[in-house]
């Protein structure tokens, strides 16, 4: 599909470049010099972070059902103090989705190979979802998995691997 493939080109070719803030190089920082396991715990939909605001369920969920990747607390806590609305949730999804090559993302992972310049910016973000907006018909018959109808990322043909 055209618009799909558009899509993804611009997904690729974005390069995470918002610093962490104070607080977020702090959280992360205290995630990486922990000594226990804690952070590395593979972590569900059921788990009370990700019950602790809807936005950060949408984004586990969008993990848990439609990719084969494996979140741990900290990658969670990392990227929940980034998320800012539902589909800025979906868009990180996506776009871990398209990005991380083994199964688990873990802080270090992420810090080290998806973000290490930092997270994805306001304006990333923008460019992105402009891209997966859609006209209603290009997708007539098929399944969905959110709520609207104009965006390729609520619909499952987006998230199955090439």
Known sequence: MKKLDEFNK???SISPNQPLTGEGMEI????LLDKTDKFNEIISSK??????????NIFVVRIEVLTSLKLTLGALIMIAHNIESFGNAVMYAYYLHRKCIPN???VEYLSEHIF???MIS???HKKMWKAQKINNDEMIGQKKVGLAYD???DYIITWEKE
């Open 47 to 56: 788990h009370e972070l990700a019950q602790s605001a809807p936005q950060l």
């Open 28 to 31: 992360l920082m205290n995630i």
């Open 104 to 106: 688990i993302l873990t």
């Open 10 to 12: 611009i997904v690729d």
């Open 151 to 153: 965006n390729l990322l």
């Open 116 to 118: 290490p310049m930092g």
């Open 122 to 124: 306001k304006e990333q």
